[in-house]
């Protein structure tokens, strides 16, 4: 999330190509977002294994054309049943990076998982780990860890096949964040898990929650407006994660519309335009640093490529946003999912593909002071 103040809308996306197929996940995509960021000033990576820590996010550049893994942030939210649902009917599986502070009632965890879809980390109450997109302090070491592992006891019953995913928020995340992850009990997430479309406004794309709300331009967009620079900006860049935030709506009235009515009006389109769908843990640069999928019952096909844990990978010390892409097809992507958790059901116990539903935590449910402060700015 970034506050209207220090958020500058504009369109300026730079493109860095991808490294080799191996390496593609350790290359590093610079970019600028908010005319605000500098450029990473580090672009080491050891690429000896898939564990490997690297100044690095994970995107969804290696997918094939016209191939989608759509993320959901800050949430859960007052529709995200309903979103979830929604998905899962149209056999689309998604990822939702909670919040802690998000999460009163465990049931929602649960219907995501019984749906198809993955929980991931997004930390407890959505600080800047650096600081940056806040303008606040870098927080330490174990404030760090801190901010994942809250929220780790309140999700690790509902993570898929120890799939442990970390998306930071604002995309805010460097060596220093890394280094204090990965040598804590919370080094079994993978990530940063970045993304390739959603990042800001623009004429020809959009950040849904800047849409809902005036943000720097004071222009609150229809759900339909910004749905249609969703399509420009996925039609432009052609494949990759694209993120979105559940918890968001006009007005933060979720009688008003927002993120989740958005989804219902693009997926239809994007489906006629042939488009496929992938889960977020199944993009090849993502899946290849996670646990293997359990084998299918029935006929097998080749498990997702998997290690035995993920990998917290810092991004440049400039910390800030980082887009990334390839424009070629690498042939690294396989949108066969290892699972087939694509496959239409209606069934939400058939949807998670045998995966084990976790039982609710015993200290889930926290009480969250800013339940009633919606986040009209807040994104990323
Ligand atoms: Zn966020």
Redesign the pocket.
């Known amino acids: 999330?970034m506050r209207s103040s220090t958020k500058t809308k504009m369109s300026t996306r730079r493109r860095a190509p991808a490294g080799g197929i191996l390496c593609a996940i350790a290359a590093t995509f610079a970019g600028t977002a908010a005319g605000c960021q500098p450029p990473p000033s580090t672009n080491e990576h050891a690429c000896s294994g898939a564990q490997a820590i690297s100044v690095a996010n994970l995107t969804g550049a290696s997918l094939p054309p016209k191939t989608l893994a759509l993320t959901f942030?800050?949430g859960p939210g007052a529709r995200t049943s309903e979103l979830s649902t929604y998905l899962r009917n149209q056999g689309i599986f998604v990822g939702f990076?909670v919040?802690g502070k998000m999460i009163h009632d465990n049931a929602i965890l649960a219907q995501i998982i019984a749906d198809g879809h993955v929980i991931g980390n997004?930390t407890q109450t959505?600080a800047s780990l650096t600081g940056h997109a806040t303008g606040s302090r870098h927080l330490d070491d174990a404030a760090t860890v801190s901010e994942l592992a809250q929220t780790d006891v309140l999700i690790a019953p509902f993570v898929t096949a120890d799939r442990f995913m970390f998306?930071a928020?604002?995309g805010d995340f460097d060596a220093a964040s890394a280094a204090a992850i990965n040598a804590s009990s919370m080094s079994k997430y993978a990530g940063p898990i970045y993304w390739n479309i959603g990042n800001n406004m623009g004429p020809h794309q959009a950040a849904d929650w800047d849409c809902w709300s005036a943000g720097n331009d004071g222009v609150v967009l229809t759900t339909k407006r910004c749905g249609d620079l969703y399509l420009e900006e996925i039609d432009n860049v052609g494949r990759g994660v694209v993120l979105m935030?559940d918890p968001y709506f006009i007005g933060a009235n979720p009688a008003n519309g927002g993120t989740v009515d958005m989804v219902q009006y693009i997926v239809p389109i994007l489906r006629a335009r042939g488009y496929s769908f992938v889960r977020i843990d199944e993009v090849p640069e993502i899946a290849a640093v996670l646990p293997a999928l359990p084998a299918p019952p029935a006929p097998t096909t080749s498990p997702t490529p998997g290690t035995s844990g993920g990998a917290i990978r810092a991004v440049g010390t400039g910390g800030g946003m980082h887009h990334g892409w390839a424009t070629g097809n690498t042939g690294a992507g396989d949108a066969t999912p290892a699972h087939g958790a694509v496959a239409p059901t209606t069934d939400p116990g058939a949807a998670a593909g045998g995966e084990p539903v976790g039982t609710p935590s015993a200290s889930g449910g926290k009480p969250d002071p800013c339940a009633s402060s919606p986040q009209p700015n807040?994104?990323?």
Request: net charge neutral; aromatic share 14%; proline share 7%.
């Open positions: 999330m942030d800050d990076f919040n997004h959505h998306r928020p604002y935030h807040a994104a990323k």
